[in-house]
């Protein structure tokens, strides 16, 4: 089998978040670089908050995916050299966590020191942005936690760094 | 590069990060209110996280597996600073430790994004942002409960004259500053200590709290060579106990 970037990515895109499970690792931009030798797969993977729990366990399924599709050899390397900031997720990665019902992060790169962007945040339902938010810390280090005055209903924000 | 001088600054900093996670994760179910229940074990899983990176730093040049750095050490044998091993005492106490550290911690980090040591300059970037949210958090409670009310400005004025000798012995100086600095691992305690000051003041001066008189506080040292407060070993023994009782188990 002669394998190829293109190849590894299209068996990544079907490795989900655990947490997420509509958003693939590829689309979430945690897989920072592929590295094939012959029959063997070197792939690099950063977390998004180093704190993330679920890292282990998308490193297995990274590894299990790849072992179904036949690459005989797979190792997979934790690092920070690319580090993880929101810019990294898709544009369809942010598609598809808004049909989850949570609100994207703002695209492009963000300036912290800058953190209004935290107010007003669209409302995953209707796009107002008649919002506010109720707490930078959500239900995973990834999430804040938001409330839409016109739907006057809580939601979820995947938090941009 | 002088390793030795690396590596006793990587553990200062993995042990803060892990035992104020710890009394982070104290808050959990206990806190004053649900959001600060959650914002407090989220900064304590942030923590942890964190300290388990820069273990891992650590195994990478020689020393044990981050687990077995963790659990096994007895109080002696770590280098947090006394502030952050303190109990939680009420929650003005743990908000004023909290904007503290974690703003000492913010700059730290900013500035270790330029040291030599490129995997920790690369680790400090990412952890840089993740504090961004920290400082956020407890810049937000400062400035609002430090110009409420009576009662809130006095706890929290309180709480800060009680926490800054304290404090102040994050910054105990180690006995490898100098190599740390002349090879460009890390600017010093000095000059982070200046820039913290500053900080400190810009925030409280928003709000109705007095600071200290920086001249008349005398810094409480020890914990960077291993001497604690009576409040460490209990909270290590707690920390460790099922790590103890079966070394082996997976949670």
Known sequence: ?161 | MNTAALIELLYKMADDQLILGHRNSEWTGMGPLLEEDIAFSSMAQDKIGQSHALYQLLHQLGEQEPDTVAFTRNAGQFHNCIFVELPNGEYDFSLIRHFLFDTAEAIRFEMLSRTSYKPLAELSVKIRAELRYHTLHANTWIKQLGSATRESIGRLQHSLEAAMPYALGMFEPSPLEKEIISQGIFEGEVVLRERWMNTVAQVIGQTQLTLPDWKLINPVYGGRSGKHSEHLQPLLDEMSEVFRIDPSAEW
Request: net charge negative.
């Open chain 1, 1 to 161: 089998m002669q394998l190829t970037e293109e190849k590894i990515l299209e068996w990544l895109h079907d490795v989900k978040d655990p947490e997420i499970p509509v958003l693939s690792l590829v689309d979430l931009g945690i897989i920072t670089d592929i590295n094939i030798n012959a029959e063997s797969v070197h792939i690099e993977m950063t977390p998004t908050f180093v704190g993330c729990p679920a890292l282990d366990m998308m490193k297995n399924d990274v590894i299990a995916r790849l072992t179904k599709a036949g690459v005989n050899h797979v190792d997979v390397e934790v690092n920070f050299k690319k580090a993880w900031t929101s810019e990294r997720i898709s544009e369809n990665g942010r598609k598809a966590l808004k049909k989850f019902g949570l609100a994207p992060p703002p695209a492009g790169k963000v300036l912290l020191e800058d953190l209004d962007i935290l107010e007003h945040v669209a409302c995953p339902r209707c796009d107002g942005t008649n919002t506010q938010l109720k707490n930078p810390f959500g239900p995973t280090l990834c999430r804040s936690i938001h409330y839409c005055l016109d739907c006057k209903e809580a939601f979820e924000q995947f938090k941009p760094v």
